[in-house]
């Protein structure tokens, strides 16, 4: 029987709950890769090889194409974005055998994935900074992507802030099936303050794990609603989902 759609910020029994994560520094790390990519993509875009490369952690691609061209004395124009998230997906396709082969999946990630979708009302998918095909790479080739749907998914496009982003993936979600996802049945999993702030902008939870470059200390005074210095305490990470959203 097909659900009908109740009023906003209401659910639907039976599918109530959305589980959103970022990818980056919360389920994977594929570091070296990335710096290798990005090395390649700015030598495709310039014509000169990358000097330095702007911070990452908890940032857009947008926003780190356009630091590490400013970093590299590069006077942008209209054509660089695109230009060098082409190139970037490019590079990453690539190296499909080096995320394999040097990337790794983060402690008690691929479980926690696993977990959650036993639970019942439980729909998952991936809010990040990254363009959607070098997300779809990373979770695919290191073997996450069987419980996540990658098409409501939030990805960088160089328009949307990642509060924007929640609400959008909130929406595109529950209209795939029919019922509402609210706010509060919302949560997101991320690894920085800047990840915080997103869901509060967005007025949804947020679960922070210690992870990336920040600590746990740093993401408790950003006001995650629940901070865990790993994913490797599966039920931890479970009892958080179930709480937070249980409103």
Wanted: charged share 20%.
């Amino acid at each position: 029987m097909r659900l009908r759609k109740r009023a906003a910020g209401q659910t639907i029994p039976g599918m109530n709950r959305l589980v959103l994560w970022n990818i980056d520094h919360t389920l994977v790390d594929v570091g070296r890769v990335a710096r290798e990519c990005y090395a390649e993509a700015f030598q495709r875009t310039t014509g000169r090889p990358l000097v330095r490369l702007a911070p990452m952690p908890g940032r857009t691609e947008s926003e780190i194409i356009f630091e590490t061209l400013a970093f590299n004395d590069i006077v942008t124009t209209d054509d660089h974005l695109p230009t060098f998230m082409d190139a970037l997906a490019a590079a990453f396709a690539a190296r499909r055998a080096g995320l394999r082969g040097n990337g790794r999946v983060l402690a008690g990630a691929a479980e926690a994935l696993d977990a959650l979708a036993r639970v019942p009302g439980t729909v998952q998918s991936v809010l990040t900074g990254s363009i959607e095909p070098v997300a779809r790479l990373k979770v695919t080739e290191l073997g996450l992507a069987g419980h996540l749907d990658l098409d409501a998914g939030g990805y960088e496009t160089g328009v949307y802030s990642k509060a924007a982003l929640l609400e959008l993936v909130r929406r595109r979600a529950g209209e795939a099936r029919g019922v509402t996802f609210g706010e509060s049945a919302t949560v997101y999993v991320a690894d920085s303050p800047r990840d915080v702030q997103a869901a509060h902008i967005a007025g949804s939870p947020i679960i922070a794990v210690a992870t990336g470059s920040a600590t746990e200390a740093e993401l408790r005074s950003a006001g995650a609603d629940v901070v865990l210095p790993t994913l490797a305490d599966t039920d931890a990470v479970v009892s958080a989902v179930t709480r937070l959203t249980q409103g």
